[in-house]
T-cell receptor, first 111, second 110 residues
Framework: DAGVTQSPTHLIKTRGQQVTLRCSPK?????VSWYQQALGQGPQFIFQ???????QRGNFPDRFSGHQFPNYSSELNVNALLLGDSALYLC??????????FGPGTRLTVL | DQQVKQNSPSLSVQEGRISILNCDYT??????FLWYKKYPAEGPTFLIS?????DKNEDGRFTVFLNKSAKHLSLHIVPSQPGDSAVYFC?????????FGTGTSLTVIP
């Protein structure tokens, strides 16, 4: 049973560019959440997708957007990258509002 | 505004002894609490959870205690093993959003 997978593992971008991160949820899960984890901090909730709709959103600007596909996989898009967007981006999946299972993350570096 | 706080960035414990990790929260609407363990280069792994209707939940060597009046929860690991060395995050939710603390790095010394 495959767990949560994310791609790519690492990514380097420059300021002003756009990035797309991808996530496949654990088998049987229908809900995907995205988190940003800065160095030395805990994961910060970006948003959650359920039934292809954004169900909940954290305190992140509109530059952060997402999408959920019919197969429950999800994308996180960040536009107009800033240096401060450098972080580990974690995807978590769950069945409804249950326990979230995390992927290994994508390390984004903005130069 | 940090709604979930872990005030001890690090903790060192001898193998075989008890590890106690603490977490405080400010939002009285939180009704579900979890602990995650994170190794370097991996995502957090779910460890144990507790609902606000309980004050204790046990799973093997791991026990979580919840004190709602103090808005405090703790994770006890007995006995501690070197493989328990990791960063531990507590998290809380009141619906669809989870709020995480900043983590406590546990080192279990053989």
């Amino acid at each position: 049973d495959a767990g949560v997978t994310q791609s790519p593992t690492h990514l380097i971008k420059t300021r002003g560019q756009q990035v797309t991160l991808r996530c496949s949820p654990k088998s049987g899960h229908d809900t995907v959440s995205w988190y940003q984890q800065a160095l030395g901090q805990g994961p910060q909730f970006i948003f959650q997708y359920y039934e292809e709709e954004e169900r909940q959103r954290g305190n992140f600007p509109d530059r952060f957007s997402g999408h959920q596909f019919p197969n429950y996989s999800s994308e996180l898009n960040v536009n107009a990258l800033l240096l401060g967007d450098s972080a580990l981006y974690l995807c978590a999946s769950s069945l409804g509002s249950g326990v979230e299972f995390f992927g290994p993350g994508t390390r984004l570096t903005v130069l | 505004d940090q709604q979930v706080k872990q005030n001890s960035p690090s903790l060192s414990v001898q193998e075989g002894r008890i590890s106690i990790l603490n977490c405080d929260y400010t939002n009285s609407m939180f009704d579900y609490f979890l602990w995650y363990k994170k190794y370097p280069a991996e995502g957090p792994t779910f460890l144990i959870s507790i609902s606000s209707i309980k004050d204790k939940n046990e799973d093997g060597r791991f026990t979580v205690f919840l004190n709602k009046s103090a808005k405090h929860l703790s994770l006890h690991i007995v006995p501690s093993q070197p493989g328990d060395s990791a960063v531990y995050f507590c998290a809380a939710s009141a619906g669809n959003q989870f709020y995480f603390g900043t983590g406590t790095s546990l080192t279990v010394i053989p």
